[in-house]
T-cell receptor, first 113, second 114 residues
């Protein structure tokens, strides 16, 4: 049974560009959350999607947006990239119905130059 | 707002030594508490959790007890191994359901040597 799958694993972008990161949740999970983990720090909550809607949002600017598809997969989009957006972006899936807890993917390492 | 404070690392121990990583939290209500582990180049893995006061979470020889009176959830292991070398994160979730966001501490790096 596949866990959470994220793509790509690594990405290098230039300041001002836009980026899209992708996440496929664990089978049976319907909720996807995104976290940003800067080097040497703990993950920070960006937002959470359930039933194709953003349900909760952390303290991140509107440059960060997302989407959830009918198959529960999700995308994270970041516009107008800044050097400070360089981080490991983690996707976590869960299920409201089962109390299964959160399963994290291995993340996408984004470097902005 | 909610916050989690962990002891700063790195923590360096010899194999078979006793491990304690301190974690305290600030939150209203009765959050669930978690310990996650991150190995180099990987995502987070749930190590253990506790959902109410006085609960003890345990897994792979690691233990942590939810102490509401001291708002703490310290991680312990009686005898560490080299393979335990990783970064450990304490976290809380406000609700017990899975819809809640996780609030993490800054992490504590553990290095175990032979």
């Amino acid at each position: 049974d596949a866990g959470v799958t994220q793509s790509p694993t690594h990405l290098i972008k230039t300041r001002g560009q836009q980026v899209t990161l992708r996440c496929s949740p664990k089978s049976g999970h319907d909720t996807v959350s995104w976290y940003q983990q800067a080097l040497g720090q703990g993950p920070q909550f960006i937002f959470q999607y359930y039933e194709e809607e953003e349900r909760q949002r952390g303290n991140f600017p509107d440059r960060f947006s997302g989407h959830q598809f009918p198959n529960y997969s999700s995308e994270l989009n970041v516009n107008a990239l800044l050097l400070g957006d360089s981080a490991l972006y983690l996707c976590a899936s869960s299920s409201l119905g089962t109390g299964d807890g959160y399963t994290f993917g291995s993340g996408t390492r984004l470097t902005v130059v | 707002g909610d916050s989690v404070t962990q002891m700063e690392g790195p923590v360096t121990l010899s194999e078979e030594a006793f491990l304690t990583i301190n974690c305290t939290y600030t939150a209203t209500g009765y959050p669930s508490l978690f310990w996650y582990v991150q190995y180099p180049g990987e995502g987070l893995q749930l190590l253990l959790k506790a959902t109410k006061a006085d609960d003890k979470g345990s897994n792979k020889g690691f233990e942590a007890t939810y102490r509401k009176e001291t708002t703490s959830f310290h991680l312990e292991k009686g005898s560490v191994q080299v393979s335990d070398s990783a970064v450990y994160f304490c976290a809380l979730a406000r609700d017990t359901g899975t819809a809640s966001k996780l609030t993490f501490g800054t992490g504590t790096r553990l290095q175990v040597t032979l």
